[in-house]
């Protein structure tokens, strides 16, 4: 039989080699962030990163938003993780670029947040010589990152971002510094696609706890008399809110969140004792020194939260501790049964052991130990002075807001300082996500690139930044950003015309001296406000906090800075002084 001309031919074809493309680092970059389904990239040119971004000006899948300060750039990519849960993504130029952006990488990494930082280096035949906006990216983030990396050829461009989102994402989430040498970005390499699967084999996290240990921590909890639940940020990174709410309701315990961890149970529920550690509630507190167990999920018992160790460890109590990061358990205090797993796995065998019929609290012990703790409830310690009416009282503010936003699909960020508390204290998370605050490092100046970054996530969202007038100044340019990318924020400023927190610590701990923390010469932030084309309001008195925010929530497409003149003399209660145990609070001005 014979073979016709089109049948050679096409048999000539088969064995061609297949040409495959050729493209320069940086388009190699960016075809990894698409593949990764990045939507937005928060960034600032400069010299080292320009083959990068003429990249990223020849596709259209991404966003790119070019923010006024490197810093900023982190923040917001940072404030989109924390909302959304996906990986946020950074790019900055090298030298000043970099050391800008440390503080967002320092942040992100203090509350696990997975972030990859994409950050421009001096040519490879240059880097060491001391070139222009030279510096050791590598060297200068490796305290502060999950992992960093060097890209030194074109061709491992594809691999190292794969591996830098995984890590990102994966076991205890954290930043990833992926640092690239300009001729890399620029050199044309064979691309042979994005890889699908990456395999690491000095990292592998684990996610299942182990059953063995599960069943041991929940015939502990079944059998306790005072039992409690203590969570942190880990359910919310985890995504496993849901599932700890199956657990309290199932159980009956009491529960109570870290700063980080609000919104994983329901604020408004009986069950939630409110926050703990300095400055959390009575009941809170109390529980958590005379539980005789102790459920720790995704917590860390850092200082803020159980005050002085040894205070801490005299009252005997049997600890369960889950957390996906190994080194975290027994890291301050000393667990009974440590669990080693995804949280939101390992809360999901325990909700299947209960169902298939593990045992029963004890109803009896129980009831006994809601009564003591509805005893300290009784005392009511977040009720403060509404003042005589001349004045704005800053927990009103936060009050007032919630009662006017709760049950509607809103965020709120924080700066840090004594606003971030009174946000912590008085507006009731009921949903996981939605509280936006920097808790390990307490980084000034988050609050309104962490609101820019979730506003382009969550357009039809309300987001309101709770700042003061020191940590607003921080980052006050970008301002500017909302404008151009139109990111309709709005800004809510309890100005008290000092630096709140540090000047409440020297009238505790510094017999009233005042050193540095009055604010002199601040800026008109109305006129300010409405120099950066954004809508400015000043309320002095109390009758107009509430006609203030309706006026702001009203204008849905401007961004709005209210500026709240707030008492001057007020502080944060309860609070744990420094080196004191959970229960040696004081409880208001007449402790000191």
């Given at each position: 039989m014979e073979i016709s001309k089109a049948e050679i031919?096409?048999?000539?074809?088969?064995?061609?080699?297949?040409?495959?493309?050729?493209?320069?680092?940086?388009?190699?970059?960016?075809?990894?962030?698409?593949?990764?389904?990045?939507?937005?990239?928060?960034?600032?040119?400069?010299?080292?990163?320009?083959h990068i971004y003429d990249a990223f000006y020849k596709q259209e899948t991404i966003q790119h938003v070019l923010v006024r300060h490197e810093q900023a750039a982190v923040h917001a990519a940072d404030g989109y993780a924390r909302a959304t849960?996906?990986?946020?993504?950074?790019?900055?130029?090298?030298?000043?670029?970099?050391?800008?952006?440390?503080?967002?990488?320092?942040?992100?990494?203090?509350?696990?947040?997975?972030?990859?930082?994409?950050?421009?280096?001096?040519?490879?035949?240059?880097?060491?010589?001391?070139?222009?906006?030279?510096?050791?990216?590598?060297?200068?983030?490796?305290?502060?990152?999950k992992h960093n990396f060097l890209v030194k050829d074109a061709k491992d461009m594809a691999e190292v971002m794969k591996k830098a989102f995984h890590i990102a994402r994966s076991g205890r989430p954290g930043p990833v510094v992926v640092d690239v040498p300009k001729d890399v970005s620029f050199k044309k390499v064979a691309y042979h696609g994005y890889p699908e699967t990456v395999e690491m084999r000095s990292y592998n996290p684990v996610r299942k706890g182990h059953g063995g240990q599960i069943r041991k921590a929940l015939q502990l909890l079944l059998n306790a008399k005072r039992p409690y639940i203590y969570t942190g940020g880990g359910v919310l990174l985890s995504n496993a809110s849901a599932e700890l709410r199956t657990l309290v309701d199932m159980l009956g315990y009491p529960c109570t969140n870290t700063l980080m961890g609000l919104g994983a149970y329901p604020a408004s529920d009986r069950k939630f004792l409110g926050m703990l550690g300095m400055h959390g509630t009575v009941e809170a507190n109390n529980a958590m020194q005379h539980c005789d167990v102790l459920l720790a999920v995704g917590a860390r018992f850092d200082d803020r939260v159980i005050g002085n160790p040894k205070h801490f460890a005299q009252n005997e109590r049997k600890i369960i501790h889950i957390d996906i990061d190994p080194s975290s358990i027994s890291k301050r205090v000393k667990v009974d049964i440590p669990i080693v797993g995804d949280?939101?796995?390992v809360l999901n065998e325990m909700i299947g052991m209960i169902r298939e019929g593990a045992g029963k609290p004890d109803g009896a012990a129980l009831g006994a130990w809601w009564d003591t703790i509805e005893s300290w409830r009784a005392r009511d310690c977040m009720k403060y002075s509404p003042g005589n009416g001349d004045v704005i009282k800053p927990q009103a503010v936060v009050e007032t807001l919630w009662n006017m936003t709760k049950g509607t699909d809103t965020y709120i960020t924080s700066d840090v300082g004594q606003h971030q508390m009174w946000a912590a204290q008085y507006y009731k998370f009921d949903e996981p996500r939605r509280w936006i605050n920097s808790g390990g490092l307490g980084t000034m100046g988050v609050g309104i690139p962490y609101a820019m970054g979730i506003k382009l996530a969550k357009p039809q969202s309300e987001v309101f930044c709770i700042t003061g007038e020191g940590s607003v100044q921080m980052n006050i340019q970008e301002l500017s950003t909302c404008l151009q990318y139109n990111t309709p924020i709005k800004i809510c400023s309890l100005n008290n015309r000092y630096l709140g927190m540090v000047r409440q610590w020297q009238e505790v701990e510094y017999e009233g001296r005042y050193s540095h923390s009055y604010m002199d010469a601040l800026p008109n932030f109305v006129k300010l406000a409405e120099a950066y084309g954004h809508v400015g309001l000043l309320i002095e008195r109390p009758e107009d906090v509430e006609p203030a925010l309706r006026e702001a929530r009203r204008l849905k497409d401007r961004t709005v800075f209210m500026d709240f003149r707030t008492d001057p003399t007020e502080n944060v209660f309860p609070m744990v002084q420094a080196g004191k145990g959970i229960t040696e609070m004081l409880l208001g001005s007449e402790d000191l």
């Open positions: 031919a096409s048999a000539a074809s088969a064995h061609k080699p297949v040409a495959v493309p050729e493209l320069r680092g940086a388009e190699v970059l960016v075809k990894a962030l698409q593949a990764e389904n990045v939507q937005f990239v928060w960034g600032y040119p400069g010299g080292a990163v320009l849960g996906e990986v946020g993504v950074a790019l900055v130029t090298s030298g000043p670029g970099l050391t800008n952006a440390v503080t967002g990488i320092a942040t992100a990494y203090m509350d696990s947040i997975p972030m990859v930082i994409i950050s421009g280096q001096v040519p490879t035949h240059a880097i060491g010589l001391d070139a222009f906006q030279e510096c050791d990216t590598v060297g200068i983030t490796r305290p502060i990152v949280v939101k796995d």
